[in-house]
DNA sequence: ATTAATTGTGTTATGATGACGCAAAGTTAC
DNA sequence: GTAACTTTGCGTCATCATAACACAATTAAT
């Protein structure tokens, strides 16, 4: 028998895999975090973060473990999104993998490669190299994704900061949405869900008039959601 | 070497399946197609469709497959939501399922049990059993996930037959949603979506004034689609 | 014919949305 | 210091979607 291939079953069996799109904010556009491939197939590609799922963790904290041991990220919100199963995907063998993205402050984490990867660094999401594998097709998905449940969830409140003004809300709507909304409007509609606690502090960054630092209240948000609100952004 | 597991790899691979959460409708309520188990583990007890995925297949192709084997059910559009991957769902070995909806109008199915199932029926979905492995939690999530779809996909005219008149799509979203609607509003928001066909033919089945009966025209769907228009059910 | 059930259309009040005006509060240039 | 410029916060108004309800038309049952 061999040695090297010790773990045997009475059917084939697809190896699974999770991968990580995660998006990035730094106060103007949106990016995506990547590495470079450092083994076949693929060398020298970059690729999403992601890996084979061991048999004592779930597909997503395999996908957290991945990402950490790939780029030195650890997310705490991680959460799957769609699996990709074409036949093949992966030249290796067969592969099938459990896509998932998250949503971070760039300036909250020090990226750093390891691993399998010999890079790993943000992507601006407009200038994206071809990826690795099906990876670009995953990542537009993510993208889709992204757009559709940013309406119905609090989860871009993840990108900014603590403290944060209207304006870099709304800046990062827009780079999600990919339109532009009126500044006016744009204020009215999201202070008046409720869910945002103003601050004694202004935002003196700027060349013009201070803004008023806010903070998501995510027990405040759970409230109202749990009374049965509707909660539209 | 033990030519009962012939398939060997270097690491440990997880099983892969699919499963199937079919909904039906019959004009008045909500059911759900389940198997019971002809054979271990779970004997006897009632599960969704569903099985091990081959190496020549996608994911979706093995749930459409599983199911035409265990119900003698064939649907086209089946849809993957959300992969389940808990180490110990399934006591014989470590299985990751992705779990598929599909929506089907009853009375266009004969349903026969096949394969490892030694019965398959409807069941109403306000009377369902416990079911075997963690299907019910999978059937609850496909029920949370049918009620968001449904509000931005048509998935719900696959439910009715060619022709329907606007009480019975009435009855269908009202049981999807458990909501109840004004029947004259949603007569009016209904129509002026403009993607229903009126029918030269009337319902003469109730007891009342007979209902004008329409057809969906998913073309014309795709089309309002696709120029951007916005379509909420 | 009368009654009851059901459908199709209209009316109205209310609230959300989108486009825009304008003053207040800051910074920058001189 | 002051004028010019930038950005923020608040208000107004027309328009559209929604919800609640009235009422006439159509059909079956009696």
Redesign the interface.
Known sequence: ??N?????????????TADCVVFGFDGESLAVLLIERGIEPFKGRWALPGG?????????ECARRELLEETGVDIEFVE?F??F???DRDPR??V?T?AHYALVRKSDYKVMAGDDAVKAKWWNIKELPTLAFDHDSILRCAERVLRERIHFEPIGFNLLDEKFTISELQRLYEAILGVQFDRRNFHKKITGLGILVPLDEKDTSGRGRSGQLYSFNEREYNALKNKGMKLEF
Do not use: G
């Not at 084979?52 to 597909?59: A, K, L, N, W």
């Open positions: 028998m061999d090297e291939n010790k773990y045997c079953y009475k059917y084939p069996h697809a190896a699974l084979f799922m061991r048999m004592d963790e779930t597909i997503t799957q769609n699996t199963s074409s036949v063998e067969r099938v459990v």
